[in-house]
């Protein structure tokens, strides 16, 4: 079975930074099926990006994804105080069907 | 737009059973693939179980054989996870989430989570 490790645990950046999330999987992931998720405290998650690099409608260009094979990477530029929250990157379409990395947290 | 509504927290015996509802209200999820997928504290999201719109196909993990049952009610666009033999592990929140046009897709939907606590 797959597992997905997220860097850094936490990351802490102003207003206005760039921040780079890493989600390295395992094995190489089938057709980059990995999502991004953006996680605040007592809310659901909200889908970002699919598909390594498509992002989910609604979501604003800041957020991009990258990667193949089994290294993934969300940046999301021009960050605002909005943007603090958990991170979750997963990979779909697998055996267990959906498998989730353990996060990484973003302090604006 | 899509809005999933979760029954409300459940405190639990150990071996005891416990079934969580998940409602959709606006626009009708009948395209969706819905899943369960649990966060016990400090863990991982954990996948738990999926069905197909119509109701007639499911699937679920490994871990959870024998224990776990999916169901989906098409007339009143709800679904269920019904989840057998509690341990105290299996203290977590439980959402159902989402997704289209396939079964692998990923989770464009999700509901507000319910907790669930075993604890004697």
């Known amino acids: 079975e797959t597992v997905l490790t997220q860097s850094p645990g936490t990351l802490s950046l102003f207003p206005g930074e760039r921040a780079t999330l890493s989600c390295r999987a395992s094995?190489?992931?089938?057709?980059?099926?990995v999502a991004w998720y953006q996680q605040k405290p007592g809310q659901a998650p909200t889908l970002l990006i699919y598909g390594a690099s498509s992002r989910a409608t609604g979501i604003p260009d800041r957020f991009s994804g990258s990667g193949s094979g089994a290294d993934f990477t969300l940046t999301i530029s021009r960050l605002e105080p909005e943007d603090s929250a958990v991170y979750y990157c997963q990979q779909y379409g697998s055996s267990p069907m959906y498998i989730f990395g353990q996060g990484t947290k973003l302090q604006i | 737009q899509v809005h999933l509504v979760q029954s409300g927290a459940e405190v639990k015996k150990p071996g005891a059973s416990v079934k969580v509802s998940c409602k959709a209200s606006g626009s009708t999820f009948t395209g969706y693939y819905m899943s369960w997928v649990r966060q016990a504290p400090g863990q991982r999201f954990e996948w738990m179980g999926l069905?197909?719109?119509?109701?007639?196909?499911?699937t679920h993990a490994q871990k959870f054989q024998g224990r776990v049952s999916v169901t989906r009610d098409t007339s009143t666009g709800t679904v269920y996870l019904e989840l057998s033999s509690l341990r105290s592990e299996d203290t977590a929140v439980y959402y159902c989430?989402?997704?289209?046009?396939?079964?692998?897709?990923?989770?464009?939907?999700w509901g507000q989570g319910t907790l669930v606590t075993v604890s004697s």
């Open positions: 989430a989402g997704g289209s046009p396939t079964f692998d897709s990923p989770f464009e939907i």
């Open positions: 094995q190489t992931v089938t057709n980059n099926y």
């Open positions: 069905i197909n719109p119509s109701g007639g196909s499911r």
